[in-house]
């Protein structure tokens, strides 16, 4: 328990200030310049990376949102409700409210989730063509979707968004802001509480690094440049459209730590 606790300690220390928050939106945007820069000059190596089969992909990207999801819900309700009791001394009614309040920013994450790659699929599908391998005297059929095509074993060329940059940078940045409410947090050192939040907070930041190394790997290996980086510009417009810009209003899910300015917010849990 002591290792997790230096671990943790360490790790809260370099979110201290919000300054990963702020650099992680640059890093993403350096990443999809500079991989598209190695992809398009051929200087990229061979690696297991490259497969799309790979472990990473096949089991945690794949499904990155269920992986946020369900990292980030006990997270957000344990630490809010210990925050409602310890700042604004809420009762256990009103401390239970601001949890569901704060939960639905998993709900509003799960709808951008849907409405982007429905929005992407639909984009792909309008932009594309089929390619077969049928004879010549066959007549040429024409497909209206990506799975029609694949059906016929045909190719499928469209303008694919990638929806690796989009959902990785904005699972990355959610939890990244998610994460902020340990510098407005008080909890006893011997607690089981603090375990608790410790195991919560350690998977969330390496699930997070996880994150930002596979969308390294697609920036280096797959999609056009233009793929990537609209697909990255939106990941990273929904994140600020919800945490720097609707979560600042009264009707919202509100930001981890609320009521408390960037600059005078206290990091009290690594004490």
């Known amino acids: 328990m002591e290792r997790l606790e230096r671990c943790g300690r360490r790790l809260r220390a370099g979110l201290a200030a919000g300054r990963a928050r702020g650099r992680l939106p640059w890093l993403l945007l350096a990443i999809v310049l500079l991989g598209s820069a190695l992809k398009d000059g051929d200087l990229v190596p061979e690696t297991p990376m490259r497969n ?14 269920a992986w946020t999801f369900w990292l980030l819900l006990p997270f957000i309700a344990v630490t809010t409700y210990q925050f409602a009791k310890s700042k604004f001394l809420y009762g256990p009614t009103k401390s239970i409210l601001m949890v569901l309040r704060r939960l639905s920013a998993l ?37 209206a979707t990506k799975q029609e095509c694949h059906q016929d074993n045909g190719i499928w060329n469209g303008f694919d968004i990638s929806g690796h940059c989009f959902l990785l940078s904005y699972c990355a940045l959610m939890i990244m802001e998610e994460v902020a409410v340990l510098e407005g947090l008080s909890i006893d050192q011997n607690s089981n509480l603090r375990v608790v939040i410790n195991i919560l907070f350690l998977s969330l930041c390496f699930l997070t690094v996880i994150w930002v190394f596979m969308f390294l790997c697609t920036a280096v290996y797959f999609h056009d440049f233009s793929q990537k980086l609209l697909g990255v510009l939106i990941g990273l417009s929904a994140w600020y459209g919800t945490y720097r810009f609707w979560y600042l209003k009264p009707f919202s899910p509100g930001l981890p730590l609320p009521n408390i300015p960037l600059t005078s917010k206290k990091y009290s849990y690594s004490r």
């Open 52 to 65: 799309k089969r790979n472990p990473l992909n096949v089991y945690f990207v794949k499904v990155a949102w």
């Open 107 to 143: 709900l509003v994450g799960t709808a951008i989730w849907y409405v982007c790659t429905r929005f992407f699929m639909y984009i792909e599908n309008l932009t594309g063509t089929c390619s077969t391998s049928g004879k010549l005297s066959e007549p040429r059929q024409l497909y």
